[in-house]
């Protein structure tokens, strides 16, 4: 699902992004237990939403290592 109602404030970027120019992801909370992805060069192009359950699954995988 898309969102494009997001607040601007609430976006969080990873503090290994550095200063990038804008070109990485970003996150927020949504309410409902759902987090959003979003293009930090582009937040008009809107934001993935995934369940915060998937979202954690994905981000314990990047941290084990290789995902395969």
Do not use: N
């Amino acid at each position: 699902m898309m969102r494009h109602d997001l607040p601007t404030d609430a976006w969080k970027k990873s503090s290994y992004s550095g200063d990038t120019q804008g070109q990485c992801i970003e996150i927020q909370a949504v309410p409902h237990d759902s987090v959003a992805v979003g293009d930090s060069k582009d937040r008009s192009r809107g934001a993935f939403l995934f369940p915060t359950s998937t979202w954690a699954d994905f981000v314990t995988g990047i941290k084990k290592g290789p995902l395969a």
